[in-house]
């Protein structure tokens, strides 16, 4: 026969003269007997697909190399009932595509190395399995290695109001008390707005406030408190709020964001337009806890009354 044949579009490696039967094999192991098979590229272990920060759409895979050379090339596939009748592949540009292309083969490198990457575009709430094969040049290619099996989440944003003096939960209604205003002070209540947030959105989330009044208004009196971004220390009359903490146990951070995040007795408005007081920096965040005082100043002629009064709506988004 003839060692080597080729066209524009095929190749065809072989062997001429005569060639030695049989396999060597165990439950485990298959010993093949040529030099095509001495020839192929090691068959990758098992890869390390897993969800490792809860997500939704993603899972991170790290490919074993399975000692291969630094120039072998990988292709992975991935399903979503082990490759029974969905058998997919992970595209060059880390999404699931139909067919393999000769782009979706890369080197261990190129595919995240020991720190792997993420596949992206994939289903809430579904178990994915993947498989890698490897080659190295021409007539190279292995088989399929063993599966690794991880599961996305579905999306979730959680959110929760506290009226307190200190770090605590607390039960509705949320109701507030800034306590009797002197003229010329600031006045500071004594319990604080804490919200806790969470969210595994991909682009993170955000927390708004809006008042219904635009200040503290007061009915008996016939006047309104004016809600302000400002230092309540330089004007006359004014009403607002400041952040006194944001914390995370991951992701995020979470952040307080201008006007609100000032110090000393600057504050910012809250008026009838909704508000962005925090965010977590654009990243998905697990166990936020801020925090917000809140502050107010009458002057001389500031009507007196005892009903001055808002009423705040808070507002929890994700951007998944």
């Known amino acids: 026969g003839i060692n080597n044949g080729s066209s524009t579009s095929y190749q065809l490696f072989g062997n001429s003269g005569e060639v030695e039967f049989g396999t060597g094999t165990s439950t485990s192991y298959k010993l093949n007997q040529g030099l095509t098979f001495t020839m192929m590229a090691n068959v990758p272990p098992a890869p390390d697909l ?52 000769s782009e979706d083969w890369q080197t261990y490198t190129a595919w995240g190395g020991i720190s792997g990457f993420n596949i992206t575009g994939l289903l809430a709430n579904t178990t994915y399995y993947v498989k890698v094969m490897a080659r190295q040049g021409n007539f190279t290619q292995s088989g399929y290695g063993p599966t690794d099996t991880a599961a996305t989440v579905n999306p979730t944003l959680s959110f929760d109001l506290d009226i307190s003096n200190s770090n605590s939960e607390t039960s509705s209604p949320y109701t507030l008390n800034i306590g009797d205003l002197t003229p010329g002070s600031v006045v500071t ?66 952040a307080a ?44 002629v500031t009507p007196a009354a005892s009903d001055y009064a808002d009423t705040l709506t808070v507002i929890a988004s994700g951007t998944f």
């Open 189 to 254: 209540a004594t319990n604080l707005i804490w919200i806790d947030f969470s969210t595994n959105a991909n682009s993170g989330g955000s927390i708004y406030i809006n008042g219904s009044n635009s200040g503290l208004q007061s009915s008996t009196a016939s006047h309104t408190i004016s809600a302000v971004s400002n230092d309540l220390a330089s004007i006359g009359e004014g009403y607002g709020l400041q952040n006194a903490s944001d914390t995370e146990s991951a992701g995020g951070p979470m």
């Open 257 to 300: 964001q201008s006007p609100y995040n000032g110090s000393a007795q600057n504050v910012g408005i809250v008026d009838s337009n909704k508000r962005l007081i925090y965010n977590s920096s654009g990243a998905p965040v697990t166990a936020g806890r801020t925090s917000m005082y809140v502050k107010a100043k009458i002057n001389a």
């Open 50 to 101: 897993s969800n490792p920060s809860n997500f939704y759409n993603k899972l991170q895979l790290i490919i074993n190399n399975g000692g291969n050379a630094d120039d072998t090339e990988f292709a992975i596939a991935i399903s979503t009932d082990n490759f029974a009748t969905d058998t997919r592949y992970v595209q060059d540009d880390q999404t699931v595509g139909a067919s393999l292309g």
